[in-house]
């Protein structure tokens, strides 16, 4: 869980997501590697404040956003940013959005059943209505709003998928209005007419996350079995240096210095 002491609320990562996007409008590709740094930055601060497992969920979600971001955009073609490139803040935005679900579904903990559902209402209906009533028709998207209505239904973790669902919702709608990203009217090597943005596109992250809570553990995991091995190097090479130099001090030049004018004593009357 993330500390609700310290950790920035959903709001505040929104927040500092639509300014992302807002100043990216204005930029060019080097103003872009400056917002990819803000990005980076504000992704280190959360995790900073957020527990183990949090944090090896949302890396997880970073690695595998960034495949498919590479594939749906640079390579098929399904959306184009506004400079036809992967801009730098995207990846760790993905982290950032994962983040913030995830502290909007903590923030409604004990109202779970009320977020899902309002979740499922709002997906299914904008299914709906890209194949009835809205100005551009959207089959893709509806197919995504029943695959994202699976997952609240019968998911591992529907309050998240729920609370990611609302922040991806917000910011598709945002940054497709900004201009930010495009979606094309029909998907490469299909029939298949989309929105922009598409009512299912949620569907897509929230596959992010069913990998990053398979996967985070066994990160995690791993992790640990690592760690403890630098501990145990450094104090057993401790001991050894006690061994060699039991009395004396280790100086600057890497020697060590005299013993002790009682040790000697010692040695002098003993011989």
């Not at 500092?16 to 990819?36: E, M």
């Not at 949302?58 to 490139?85: F, Q």
């Not at 551009?136 to 997952?151: I, P, Q, S, T």
């Not at 598409?198 to 990053?212: E, N, R």
Request: contains cysteine; charged residues 10%; hydrophobic residues 50%.
């Amino acid at each position: 869980m993330i500390s609700g002491r310290v950790a920035p609320s959903a709001a505040a990562l929104l927040f500092f997501l639509a300014a992302l996007l807002a100043v990216d409008t204005a930029v060019g590709a080097r103003g872009q590697l400056l917002l990819g740094a803000a990005a980076w930055g504000a992704l280190a601060l959360a995790l900073r404040h957020s527990t183990p497992a949090l944090r090896a969920q949302a890396v997880v979600v970073v690695v595998v956003a960034t495949g498919a971001e590479l594939i749906g955009s640079i390579v098929w073609g399904v959306y184009t940013y506004r400079l036809e490139n992967l801009p730098l803040f995207v990846p760790p935005a993905h982290g950032l959005v994962y983040l913030a679900g995830f502290a909007l579904a903590r923030r409604l903990a004990g109202r779970e059943r009320a977020l899902v559902s309002a979740a499922l209402a709002l997906v299914l209906g904008w299914g709906v209505a890209g194949v009835t009533v809205l100005p551009r028709e959207d089959v893709g998207g509806a197919l995504g709003a029943c695959v994202l209505a699976c997952f609240l239904l019968r998911g591992r973790a529907p309050a998240v998928y729920a609370g990611v669902f609302l922040v991806v919702a917000a910011l598709e709608l945002y940054g497709t209005a900004l201009g930010t990203w495009t979606w094309v009217e029909t998907i490469p090597g299909t029939s298949v007419p989309n929105g922009n943005p598409p009512s299912g596109v949620a569907s897509g992250y929230v596959f992010f996350d069913v990998v990053a809570l398979a996967l985070g553990p066994r990160l995690l995991q791993g992790f640990r079995r690592l760690k403890p091995k630098v501990p145990l190097r450094s104090a057993a090479s401790f001991r050894v240096m006690r061994l060699i130099v039991p009395t004396g001090r280790i100086t600057s030049s890497g020697g060590t210095g005299s013993p002790s004018p009682r040790g000697q004593g010692r040695s002098s009357s003993s011989g």
